[in-house]
């Protein structure tokens, strides 16, 4: 099965404004120190190159549950998760700092016996903890609340 991350507004926002402010601090200094064309383009292409980067690891961010395992990738970072060693699931939180192959709020925090604490923000909370319940019955679901996620 797989399932695509979901996409926060303010995660994209994030992302796009640090992007934008990275080109514009580029093109302001060289513009008031008058860079030859070689200097801009040395200083441009890398600079492209962080961009892409930043947005392929917001924008391929997506999970698969195959074989017994969670496999999930965000950008060139891939990784799974057995889960047979997961504990416990918190439904509709947010993990701000640590492992984060996600690019959403109030998404996964999967607790398992090997890796300690991942967050994930699959595109439906529930019909994922349901897929992983099928395969592991004895997993703890936690599930805060809409009023406690505000």
């Keep these: 099965m797989n399932f695509k991350s979901r996409k926060d507004p303010l995660t994209l926002c994030i992302v796009f404004a640090c992007c934008s402010v990275m080109l514009l601090f580029l093109f302001v200094t060289y513009r008031q120190e008058g860079a030859s064309a070689l200097q801009i383009i040395l200083s441009i292409v890398p600079t492209l190159i962080v961009i892409g980067i930043i947005l392929w690891m917001v924008l391929d961010v997506g999970y698969t549950i195959q074989d017994g395992y969670i496999k999930y990738r965000a950008g060139w970072i891939r990784g799974k998760i ?14 701000w700092v640590g492992f984060r192959p996600a690019s959403a709020r109030n998404g996964l925090i999967i607790e398992n016996k090997k890796q300690g604490e991942i967050y994930i923000s699959p595109d439906s909370n529930d019909s994922f903890v349901d897929a992983l319940l099928l395969i592991n019955p004895a997993i703890q679901i936690h599930r805060k609340s809409a009023l406690e996620t505000s």
């Design 82 to 95: 057995k889960i047979a060693h997961i504990k416990r699931i918190r439904v509709n939180e947010t993990m």
